[in-house]
């Protein structure tokens, strides 16, 4: 990194690196990624990645992507017996109602009680529509279930991502079910600084991550 650009990357404001980095709450929609920013130091969200799975006026709801948890999904799932075998983790989706279950599975073929969040991915909380999943043999690689929740209250999400604390990306279901989720924050963190590092060494248009991913 060149003296000059580290010294311009010392004089941008936290919140103005937001806005520089085309990080504009018009972006906010289901299916995003917040990817958490460095500065982040809110103990429920450092250095997370949450996966919107509602966005509206009264405000969001997401999951943590890469917090597996020590609990596996047959503990998660206890008197389901489609998942008494499951031995792989739950997630830690948040700190919003820890007793209560989401998940979210990849499948060519509608499920029933459930909410597109992407092309072939879908939010499924009822039990009936998991068990199904589970029933038809539904992998790790295409099912992840969640403990709890993150949510924001109108605003309370457009504040933070105008103050810096979020960058979005465009997701698809390969991103949304990557198999190294323990380091998905890095890899993407990594992405997004290079961008914004990219945008000083670049004559003429400012490009960013909005930019490369909408």
Same mark, same amino acid.
């Given at each position: 990194?060149?003296?000059?650009?580290?010294?311009?990357?010392?004089?941008?404001?936290?919140?103005?690196?937001?806005?520089?980095?085309?990080?504009?709450?018009?972006?906010?929609?289901?299916?995003?990624?917040?990817?958490?920013?460095?500065?982040?130091?809110?103990?429920?969200?450092?250095?997370?990645?949450?996966?919107?799975?509602?966005?509206?006026?009264?405000?969001?709801?997401?999951?943590?992507?890469?917090?597996?948890?020590?609990?596996?999904?047959?503990?998660?799932?206890?008197?389901?017996?489609?998942?008494?075998?499951?031995?792989?983790?739950?997630?830690?989706?948040?700190?919003?109602?820890?007793?209560?279950?989401?998940?979210?599975?990849?499948?060519?073929?509608?499920?029933?009680?459930?909410?597109?969040? @992407?092309?072939?991915? +879908?939010?499924?909380? =009822?039990?009936?529509? $998991?068990?199904?999943?589970?029933? !038809? #043999? /539904?992998?790790?690689?295409?099912?992840? @279930?969640?403990?709890? +929740?993150?949510?924001? =209250?109108?605003?309370? $999400?457009?504040?933070?991502?105008? !103050? #810096? /604390?979020?960058?979005?990306?465009?997701?698809?279901?390969?991103?949304?079910?990557?198999?190294?989720?323990?380091? $998905?924050?890095?890899?993407?963190?990594?992405? /997004?600084?290079?961008?914004?590092?990219?945008?000083?060494?670049?004559?003429?248009?400012?490009?960013?991550?909005?930019?490369?991913?909408?």
């Amino acid at each position: 990194m060149s003296r000059r650009l580290l010294a311009l990357l010392l004089l941008i404001p936290f919140a103005a690196l937001s806005q520089l980095s085309g990080e504009r709450t018009e972006n906010l929609r289901a299916g995003r990624f917040l990817v958490a920013d460095a500065k982040l130091r809110d103990p429920n969200f450092v250095e997370t990645v949450v996966l919107l799975l509602r966005y509206d006026e009264e405000g969001g709801m997401g999951v943590v992507m890469n917090r597996p948890s020590r609990i596996p999904v047959s503990r998660a799932l206890a008197g389901m017996n489609e998942a008494k075998k499951r031995t792989e983790p739950a997630y830690d989706g948040g700190p919003v109602e820890r007793a209560g279950l989401r998940a979210v599975l990849r499948t060519k073929t509608d499920p029933g009680e459930a909410t597109v969040v @992407v092309r072939g991915v +879908y939010m499924v909380t =009822s039990d009936k529509t $998991l068990s199904n999943a589970l029933k !038809a #043999g /539904a992998q790790p690689g295409d099912l992840r @279930v969640f403990l709890g +929740y993150s949510g924001w =209250s109108a605003g309370q $999400l457009e504040a933070e991502t105008e !103050a #810096g /604390a979020w960058h979005i990306l465009k997701t698809d279901a390969d991103m949304i079910f990557d198999p190294e989720p323990e380091t $998905l924050w890095q890899r993407l963190s990594s992405d /997004a600084t290079r961008s914004i590092a990219r945008m000083f060494n670049r004559p003429g248009r400012l490009q960013s991550v909005s930019d490369r991913h909408w």
